[in-house]
Nanobody, 126 residues
Framework: QVQLVESGGGLVQAGDSLRLSCAAS????????MGWFRQAPGKEREFVAR????????EYTNSVKGRFTISRDNAKKTVYLQMNSLKPEDTAVYYC???????????????????WGQGTQVTVSS
């Protein structure tokens, strides 16, 4: 069992940066692939980034490549999402998620993730 709690969201201006954190409880955090998703009002939840259990491999959706960086600290049981050069279209509720399977068997499909946090709001004004 893994419980996830996100933090770090807020209201920022276009071009600003934010770092989201996702703190996990449970003994198996280091065995899970971790992902970040987001959901804007009226839209489906979409994949943002994921990171392998050892932190070596990462994947990003095209719209955030070069601006967002996912990382993890297994000793602290925390995964991060550094978001730079934020745009109004990045406005959404951001969720972290954990998948208890191998990295290459996990894609950007939300049902493949076993555990979810409650989300943190990110609002980017123009």
């Amino acid at each position: 069992q893994v419980q996830l709690v996100e933090s770090g969201g807020g209201l920022v201006q276009a071009g600003d940066s934010l770092r989201l954190s996702c703190a996990a409880s449970g003994r198996t955090f280091s065995a899970h692939v971790m992902g970040w998703f987001r959901q804007a009002p009226g839209k489906e939840r979409e994949f943002v980034a994921r990171i392998s259990s050892d932190g070596v491999r990462t994947e990003y959706t095209n719209s955030v490549k070069g601006r967002f960086t996912i990382s993890r600290d297994n000793a602290k049981k925390t995964v991060y999402l550094q978001m730079n050069s934020l745009k109004p279209e990045d406005t959404a509720v951001y969720y972290c998620a954990a998948a208890g399977r191998s990295y290459y068997s996990v894609t950007d499909y939300p049902p493949e993730y076993d555990y979810w946090g409650q989300g943190t709001q990110v609002t980017v004004s123009s």
